[in-house]
């Protein structure tokens, strides 16, 4: 059972375009969601977050979106740069699970000069 | 500042053996997690440590084990492997615990089981 689905495997955009990566969610606990970034033979790396109490979080190029009643997240990169080109994963977790992230199975952006 | 630490990168293994992973987390993290990733079921959650102690488990056989130590290094164990263990296992350190709270990956260990 995935509570957590990035529908979308892979998503080509334009350099200077905007990328907007979905993520859906089946779990009505989870209050904390996240988006980390993975390039190849690396860890994923944290990039942006958001509380189930705010419907947006924006941090430079990156923002966030929260639908609670869709059950939904999207992440906008404005504007896209090729170093974007990564596997971004959503995550999320519950107020009391502690560091126990339930991860979706990935989007490969690949941001094409 | 270091980052988190994972030893050895890359292993290969024969099914029945058992392996152990270590884990050095970032300097002041008491938090360490281990997360399993495959192909098929993308990234999963095996265990959190904090304080020397297991604080969350997720669904894996008990073949999978793991331990902390007073410094907070971690290693995880993987008993009698099956071909169905070959994957990147994936340590990551916080401070404390916590969704909210960052979690910093290691470049993770490639385990093939053969």
């Known amino acids: 059972d995935q509570q957590v689905k990035q529908n979308s495997p892979s998503l080509s955009v334009q350099e200077g375009r905007i990328s907007i990566l979905n993520c859906d969610y089946t779990?009505?606990?989870?209050?904390?969601f996240l988006w980390y970034k993975k390039y190849p033979a690396e860890g994923p790396t944290f990039l942006i977050s958001?509380?189930?109490?705010?419907d947006k979080n924006e941090d430079g190029r990156f923002t966030v979106f929260l639908n609670k009643s869709a059950k939904h997240l999207s992440l906008h990169i404005v504007p896209s740069q090729p170093g974007d080109s990564a596997v971004y994963f959503c995550a999320a977790t519950t107020n009391n699970a502690g560091n126990m992230l339930t991860f979706g199975g990935g989007t490969r952006l690949m941001v094409k000069p | 500042k270091a980052g988190v630490t994972q030893t050895p990168r890359y292993l290969i293994k024969t099914r029945g053996q058992q392996v152990t992973l270590s884990c050095s987390p970032i300097s002041g993290h008491r938090s360490v997690s281990w997360y399993q990733q495959t192909p098929g079921q993308g990234l999963q959650f095996l265990f959190e440590?904090?304080?020397?102690?297991?604080?969350n488990k997720g669904n894996f056989p008990g073949r999978f084990s793991g331990r902390q130590f007073s410094n907070s290094r971690s290693e995880m164990n993987v008993s009698t492997l099956e071909l169905g263990d070959s994957a990147l296992y994936l340590c990551a350190s916080s401070l404390t615990g916590g969704g909210w709270n960052e979690q910093f990956f290691g470049p993770g260990t490639r385990l093939t089981v053969l």
């Open positions: 440590y904090f304080s020397e102690t297991q604080r």
């Open positions: 779990n009505s606990m989870f209050d904390y």
């Open positions: 958001i509380s189930s109490i705010k």
